[in-house]
């Protein structure tokens, strides 16, 4: 059975840095383009950023600059490596994988398998 497992959320301060991880099992990493999503306490889903099979990325005007997204085919794992973390970055971050390899959706829709999720807190 498919599964997505975060990892690496938790408490930092304004600035600082967290580094997040998706373990994936039962369907093929290296075929599918994958993503991460957040949601804040009281607002709707949003998109981050998305990486496809050939490790393009593509990211929010959010956190461009700050937000590197990177996979390991060899581990079926995604990252999500946060820098210079600001308060409006709190919120549940999701994984999601798509089936279309060569796509960079920027979609919540779309995406067929995902993630419980991993709270992320940054504190000013």
């Known amino acids: 059975q498919v599964q997505l497992v975060e990892s690496g959320g938790g408490s930092v301060q304004a600035g600082g840095s967290l580094r997040l991880s998706c373990a994936t099992s039962?369907?093929?990493?290296?075929?599918?383009?994958m993503g991460w999503f957040r949601q804040a306490p009281g607002k709707e889903r949003e998109w981050v950023t998305s990486i496809n099979i050939y490790s393009v990325t593509t990211y929010a005007d959010s956190v461009k600059g700050r937000f590197t997204i990177s996979r390991d085919n060899a581990k079926n794992t995604l990252y999500l490596q946060m820098n210079s973390l600001k308060p409006e970055d709190t919120a549940m971050y999701y994984c999601?994988?798509?089936?279309?390899?060569?796509?960079?959706?920027?979609?919540?829709?779309?995406?067929?398998?995902w993630g419980q999720g991993t709270q992320v807190t940054v504190s000013s």
């Open positions: 999601a994988a798509h089936r279309r390899g060569d796509y960079l959706s920027r979609s919540l829709y779309g995406w067929n398998y």
């Open positions: 039962g369907y093929t990493f290296s075929s599918y383009s």
